[in-house]
């Protein structure tokens, strides 16, 4: 067996029919993410449901089925597929409104962003409007620290007239301009002029667009090229894992499985995991061993940041573990067992009235979901360059980005965004739409261990 390749997990964003599924998908389809016995499977279903104009979309749903009957191992929404360097994880996130929050439980965990935008007409001008999709992602992907990402100018094959460079350089024009304004280098920003249907330029460079020899990024540690889909992604900088910092694994579902028990699972953030290790579980107040992991139902004896595991612990009840509670070694520096208040940078997004103190609306953080009250607005600041505006404001609207007081109405694990970047970042949800996003400046943590029933918004 060769040398494991380097994982990296991607998040796909952009406006509702960009053809985010139908990109991804032709990825995953062609470059092996998906076993023969599935692709036939899937194929079979598909041509009974008539899939029309829906090639290459591997929906979710289309693996559940099989995964259930494995007794599930990992997140069913995760899709894999290799390029030369990588094995890349896809988390697709489909373009509605009220999707945003998968997308940012997904970004949280991304290494990078592929942005998906449509060059047909009407669709790239919906897209980039104001009340489209593609600038609002973006914007997120880069405040949930996201720094590589890489733009798919798709539906090449729509353009006026089919292939055209003009619209692809207008698309391009139009992108970078609102990327640098979000806080991207457009200039290590590689585009690539696709077809997601067709495949041009997806895995094999095309004949129908002579014009585009390639897209090249400058970078400090030396320049990439491309002239793919598939080698674009396989020139991204391999992320940095953090295996010296202690263990944080936020649990993405705990499940029993018969004939081995408590199986929870999640992503490695940061650390190391291994059989026989002690975790302590937070905000849940428990320990437990470790028996065995498993990732992509094969058994692990050291799993990394990056991997998607399973594990099965010992003498502990699924009842007892959920969604949204982080494990770490119960010997090296386990997570905070309660977090009291915390001091948080915001960005309001969407809110359609004005936020006063006591606002209190649902934090998606890492994979937790927790009720946090805004107990006090500190400071207004400049959004790019976090300047001081005014001290103490009365109000925040959308566009403000603001310093506040956070307090959790019930017990959660966070950390600090300096400490721990993916536990320390979040989406403020309310009416149904993210209305803020946020980066942790500081965690307050609670003496002792016993967690108020209700904490005082103050
Ligand atoms: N002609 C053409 N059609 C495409 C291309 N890519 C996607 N489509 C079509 O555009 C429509 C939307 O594609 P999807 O892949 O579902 O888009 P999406 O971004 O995943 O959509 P949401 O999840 O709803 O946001 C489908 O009918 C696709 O078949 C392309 O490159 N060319």
């Keep these: ?110 290494d990078v962003a592929l942005l998906v935008v449509s060059a047909a007409k009407g669709e790239y001008e919906s897209g980039v409007s104001r009340s489209g999709q593609t600038r609002e992602h973006s914007l997120l992907a880069y405040t949930l620290g996201v720094k590589q990402i890489i733009v798919c100018v798709n539906k090449m094959d729509m353009t006026e007239p089919p292939y055209n460079q003009k619209r692809f350089e207008e698309v391009v024009k139009g992108v970078s301009g609102f990327l640098k304004k979000i806080g ?23 004949q129908k667009m002579p014009w585009f020899q390639g897209w090249k990024v400058r970078r400090r540690e030396g320049n990439a ?112 067992l309660l977090t009291f208040r915390l001091f948080s940078t915001v960005i309001i997004l969407n809110h359609p009235g004005r936020i006063k103190s006591g606002y209190s609306p649902v934090l998606d953080c890492h994979t937790a979901h927790v009720t946090c009250c805004f107990a006090e607005l500190k400071e207004k600041i400049d959004r790019r360059t976090g300047k001081k505006l005014e001290d103490q404001p009365q109000v925040l609207i959308s566009g403000d980005a603001a310093t506040v007081k956070l307090v959790p109405i019930k017990p959660m694990c966070v950390e600090s965004f300096f400490s721990y970047p993916p536990l320390g970042r979040f989406a403020a949800r309310d009416l149904k739409q993210t209305v803020a996003v946020g980066v942790i400046k500081s965690v307050v943590k609670a003496p002792g261990t016993k967690a108020p029933k209700a904490q005082v918004c103050k």
């Excluded at 004896?301 to 007892?320: C, D, M």
Aim: aromatic share 6%; with cysteine; net charge positive.
């Design 1 to 110: 067996m060769g040398k494991e390749k380097t994982h990296v997990n991607v998040v796909i964003i952009g406006h509702v029919d960009s053809g985010k599924s139908t990109t991804t998908g032709h990825l995953v389809y062609k470059c092996g993410g998906v076993d023969q016995r599935r692709l036939e499977k899937f194929e079979k279903a598909a041509a009974q449901v008539r899939f029309k104009q829906k090639k290459f979309q591997l929906k979710k749903k289309d693996f559940w089925i099989s995964e259930r009957e494995r007794g599930i191992t990992i997140d069913i929404s995760l899709l894999k597929f290799n390029t030369q360097k990588f094995t890349m994880t896809i988390i697709d996130a489909p373009g509605h409104r009220d999707f945003i929050k998968n997308m940012i439980t997904g970004t949280s965990q991304a």
């Design 184 to 206: 991207y280098d457009p200039q290590a920003v590689p585009f690539v002029p696709v077809s997601g249907w067709t495949g041009e330029n997806m895995i094999t460079a095309t």
């Design 225 to 336: 090229s491309g002239r793919t889909l598939l080698e674009v992604l396989d020139a991204i900088q391999p992320p940095v894992r953090t295996i010296n910092k202690p263990l944080r694994l936020p649990l993405q579902d705990v499940y029993k499985i018969g004939g081995v028990g408590t199986v929870p699972v999640g992503k490695i953030e940061t650390g190391v995991l291994k059989p026989g290790m002690t975790l302590m579980f937070s905000p849940a107040k428990l320990t437990a061993e470790v028996k065995s992991i498993e990732m992509h139902h094969q058994g692990l004896q050291t799993a990394l940041p990056g991997h998607n595991v399973g594990f099965n612990i010992k003498n502990v009840s699924v009842k007892n573990l959920r969604r949204g509670d982080v494990a770490g070694n119960a010997q090296h520096d386990p997570p905070p």
